[in-house]
């Protein structure tokens, strides 16, 4: 245990994303926090600079809602009492799966998932994070270098207009996402760079918000059309109703097949995905918003946790470590668990002790690995993904998940084990355990649904 007699020690976050403000009100409990931010972070659920993927629609999974909740205990009411939702898998979601089988509904409590903006989302969580007043948060300041050496960081070298100066910091958190310079700023400190590795499936979105047609702004469940890697182009979406009785609407496609800006596109293009529903329901609901569009969904990942040397006093956390493509909704859960991993250490241990660093790292990527590996298993197959193509192994563990979400489709206790890992609630090697391989290659399994599991109310309140 940390010795709680010793001088306040001190730490700073870089980023005032989501990742960042869960750090450092774990960081709160150990030490005097300084959050560095380079732009100035909205006063509510407003769009924030620097995050396009905010206008796209996010699924907190319920391995995230559980970790968030954990870390800051109280604020998924915060967030429902602001207009979100917590919807039950597999009783509000409509989803079809990329080999092409829609999923059945039933009556499941266990896996949730919480439904809103990412505008509200973040400012709930900046919100609670900024009470504490152990948190000090510099904005419209660019952090310039990290300060020390290749065995330790001492601080930051930061810049706030014209003018350059340092803070000093027994710990440095880089939770500065997916444009994080942390490799620069190691290797002018000296170390050797870490092995990196990038699976682009070349998905682009776009995506609109609609307000929700006729009596469906309460209750409607989420709908999925699923992108399927044999498929060139694969294509697929989602709605997602969040606050203010709105639907986010976002649409998908790998090379040659991407939705483009155009608002008078968008329904003709949902309604040519494998199947046609989102469009469908889309025909009485009215826009909102333009179309805004992004390409930047790339899988990149940094395996710091496997560099062969690292310096005390600095952990890199969130998309800074790995960026995963949206379309499976594990960024957020990913970084929030790595927090989580965050706090576990510092309660054994002092952030100043030898290794506690190194600690840090290792146990922030046992999240990352979890999301990398469902992410980058289905991604690897679309045409120029990667520059090496699918190994032996990953052709063989993708062809066992297919047999797994087709029992899946048919059985409810397969989905069951198989929403324990979709959720981030338990790591991929679930789906290798003895009971589900006995559902997957022996268990009795009902025929497919021929359409997706919309009830005759949910059509009607979409139509009426």
């Not at 032996?392 to 397969?414: I, Q, T």
Request: charged letters at 25%.
């Amino acid at each position: 245990m940390p010795d709680r007699s010793a001088p306040r020690r001190t730490a700073v976050v870089i980023g005032g994303g989501m990742t960042g403000m869960l750090a450092a009100a774990v960081l709160a409990d150990h030490a005097d926090v300084t959050l560095v931010e380079r732009d100035v972070l909205p006063d509510g659920p407003r769009p924030r600079k620097g995050l396009p993927q905010a206008r796209h629609a996010h699924v907190l999974w319920s391995g995230g809602v559980k970790a968030i909740e954990e870390l800051l205990p109280g604020v998924v009411g915060q967030l429902v009492g602001q207009g979100a939702r917590t919807g039950r898998i597999m009783t509000d979601l409509v989803s079809k799966a990329p080999s092409g089988q829609w999923f059945r509904r039933f009556d499941h409590a266990r896996h949730v998932n919480l439904l809103c903006s990412r505008d509200l989302l973040d400012a709930v969580i900046r919100a609670r994070v900024l009470e504490d007043q152990r948190i000090s948060l510099r904005q419209r300041t660019e952090l310039l270098s990290l300060e020390g050496d290749d065995r330790r960081v001492t601080g930051v070298r930061i810049r706030a207009g014209d003018t350059h100066s340092s803070i000093a910091a027994d710990l440095v958190i880089d939770a500065s996402g997916r444009g994080s310079r942390a490799p620069g700023w190691l290797r002018s400190l000296g170390l050797p760079p870490v092995a990196e590795r990038t699976v682009d499936a070349g998905v682009g979105y776009a995506s609109r918000i609609y307000r929700a047609p006729g009596t469906t702004a309460a209750g409607f469940p989420i709908v999925n059309v699923q992108v399927d890697p044999r498929q060139n182009p694969g294509r697929g979406g989602i709605i997602t109703p969040i606050e203010g009785g709105r639907w986010l609407v976002t649409l998908a496609g790998t090379r040659g097949g991407r939705p483009s800006g155009d608002n008078e596109r968008f329904v003709p293009f949902a309604l040519e995905l494998p199947h046609p529903v989102i469009g469908e329901l889309l025909a009485g609901a009215e826009p909102e918003t333009d179309v805004v569009t992004t390409r930047s969904t790339a899988n990149k990942r940094r395996y710091y946790e496997k560099a062969a040397r690292w310096p005390e006093g600095f952990a890199v956390l969130g998309e800074a470590v790995a960026g995963f493509n949206p379309v499976y909704g594990h960024g957020l859960s990913a970084a929030a668990q790595s927090v989580v991993a965050l706090r576990g250490v510092l309660r054994r241990r002092d952030l100043r002790a030898p290794g506690t660093s190194r600690r840090i790292q290792r146990a922030a990527a046992r999240p990352v690995e979890n999301a990398w590996s469902l992410a980058v298993g289905q991604d690897v197959f679309y045409p120029g993904a990667s520059d090496q193509p699918p190994t032996r192994l990953e052709r063989n563990l993708a062809a066992f998940v297919d047999r797994a979400v087709d029992a899946g489709s048919r059985n409810p206790r397969a989905l069951r084990i198989l929403l324990d890992v979709m959720s981030m609630e338990k790591p991929p090697a679930r789906l290798l355990m003895p009971d589900m391989l006995a559902l997957v290659y022996l268990g009795r399994k009902k025929a497919p649904l021929e359409g997706p599991p919309l009830t005759e109310h949910e059509r009607a309140a979409a139509t009426a």
